[in-house]
């Protein structure tokens, strides 16, 4: 998906993660001030893009009035891969769960921002389709826009995001 | 976010209670039914309120149980080239459970969602909403946002959460999971119940009896896996102020709790400053139905309004928790017009709706 938001919207920042640093963990702990711990890979990377991008942008923080909009075809596959492997086992551990969920994602991404705010998780097989459903109700202070997956069968990992605001 | 002009067009609900609105309404009506154990492990099992069993795989009772609810709801009075909502925290991973390791999670996250358009014969475009608990509520605002635009004039959400030995599982393991019973606000709550649900709300521009006058979103990552007050509070003050409503104008607040000991507290103790000393009417259903999860939004939604209509109402029948200052209604608030529909969950996401009773 690029963001397609041409007419009627300003991109203030674009960033995509590529190629990933080989030290991109680091970096996300030295810009945060703290070491990640039991949130995922699929999350980190969210948060890595999320904070690259809004500092992209110049803004130390996400706008309160600003939406957070996350898409994402295959999640937390491999924790959720994981996850269930351990269902088998008879031993599914709680944080291999939560790192599966979409909401803790988002609700890591809002924090890395200093943000509490409108933030959700959809997706939708036709791109256009979800930035029109994305750009719908937006307010002045814009939205924060990522699309993030993580690497398989030979994909590149991906963590891009757009900072957009009403022009 | 301000709505003008959406309305409920139609509702379907298939749950624990029942397999649409009317009988689910007359189990609530003679007190419920009992949850199910689940075995998750061995020697692990939770009760969890579940369907009442079918034959077919899954994927076949899926697909039966979404046209039904859908059915119920009107669904293809207004046609199918809208928008379609599937709001889901759990999607089809209660299919995958069933496949070997390696074919698991070989498709994607909109595979469920194609599930549900597949047995709708649906043509417009479909989106799938995955913010755990608030899944629902927020397939409702963003199915408000399509028709406010005038980009649709009608839209379809089905909040869907069915059977999986993962979720339970996973609930079990972060230890928010009730050996006996969901009580919530309840003397001795022990945690939530899991539930089954499938509900179908058809939203649109033409003037009907319940109009969704506004709604707040508002997602806090400093607690993920519980309530934050803070984030109570604003949510209940975003969406009073985008129905252009102050405190004083709810007649009733159809609750979160679920039955946890601190997060049923945080709740009661925001909803207190939110509404100051006029806190109105409070009205529980997880104690019927369950925790519907991703469901739960459109379920408690549609439940609640089928209660309202049909003159029943939900009775807690058990002890509330007498420190917690609060008390559930024991029957439908007279006058009631403006009805709060919160939802809290997993991953610090608070939603809310404010529901208007048009002919009140």
């Known amino acids: 998906m690029n963001a397609g938001f041409a007419i009627g919207w300003r991109t203030v920042a674009h960033f995509s993660a590529d190629p990933l640093p080989a030290d991109w963990r680091d970096r996300l702990a030295q810009r945060l001030g703290r070491r990640l711990r039991r949130v995922g890979l699929w999350t980190e990377l969210a948060m890595y893009g999320a904070r690259c991008c809004l500092d992209a942008a110049g803004e130390g923080a996400l706008p309160a009035g600003a939406r957070l909009r996350v898409s994402s075809m295959r999640g937390a596959w491999g924790a959720t891969h994981a996850g269930l492997a351990q269902l088998d086992a008879g031993a599914l551990m709680p944080f291999t769960f939560m790192q599966g969920q979409p909401a803790l994602m988002l609700a890591e991404v809002g924090r890395c921002l200093e943000w509490q705010g409108d933030a959700s998780f959809a997706l939708c097989r036709d791109p256009g389709q979800l930035v029109r459903l994305s750009r719908l109700g937006v307010g002045r202070a814009g939205m924060l826009l990522g699309v993030v997956e993580e690497e398989r069968n030979g994909e590149k990992p991906r963590s891009e995001w757009w900072r957009l605001v009403p022009a | ?360």
């Not at chain 2, 419920?32 to 076949?60: D, I, K, N, R, Y």
């Open chain 2, 1 to 360: 976010m301000s709505i003008e002009g959406v309305y409920v067009a139609g509702m379907g609900l298939a749950c624990a209670l029942g397999d649409d609105l009317a009988s689910s309404v007359a189990a609530l009506a003679r007190g419920g039914v009992s949850p199910t154990p689940v075995a998750v492990s061995q020697g692990v099992q939770w009760p969890v309120f579940m369907l009442p069993p079918q034959h077919g795989s899954w994927a076949e009772r899926l697909e039966r149980t979404v046209r039904s609810v859908a059915a119920e709801a009107g669904e293809g009075a207004g046609g199918r080239s809208g928008p379609l909502f599937v709001a889901s925290s759990s999607l089809d991973i209660g299919d995958m459970e069933h496949e070997v390791q390696d074919l698991r999670l070989g498709g994607d996250l909109q595979d469920f969602a194609g599930l549900v358009a597949r047995a709708l014969d649906w043509q417009g475009p479909v989106f799938t909403i995955s913010t755990a608990c608030t899944s629902a509520l927020n397939a409702v605002l963003a199915a408000c946002d399509f028709i406010r635009s005038g980009e649709a004039d009608e839209a379809l959400v089905i909040g869907a959460e069915l059977g999986n030995r993962f979720t339970v599982a996973g609930f079990g393991a972060m230890q928010l999971l009730s050996p006996d019973g969901a009580r919530p606000f309840g003397a001795g709550r022990n945690g939530l119940v899991l539930g089954e649900a499938v509900a179908a709300l058809r939203l649109g521009s033409r003037a009907a009896r319940w109009r969704i006058a506004g709604g707040s979103n508002v997602v806090d990552g400093r607690n993920p896996s519980g309530t934050e007050a803070s984030a109570v509070i604003a949510m209940c003050h975003e969406a009073l102020a985008q129905s252009g409503l102050n405190p004083h104008d709810i007649d009733l607040i159809k609750v979160q709790a679920a039955g946890s000991p601190v997060n049923d507290a945080i709740e009661a103790e925001a909803l207190k400053q939110v509404f100051s000393d006029s806190l109105p009417p409070l009205v529980s259903l997880k104690s019927l139905l369950g925790h519907t999860l991703g469901a739960s939004g459109a379920a408690e939604f549609a439940l609640l309004v089928a209660c309202i209509e049909a003159g029943a109402w939900p009775s807690a029948g058990y002890a509330l928790d007498g420190e917690l200052g609060i008390a559930l209604s024991t029957q439908a608030p007279a006058g009631l017009r403006n009805i709060l529909l919160n939802v809290v969950g997993f991953g610090g996401g608070h939603a809310s709706l404010v529901l208007e009773d048009c002919s009140a």
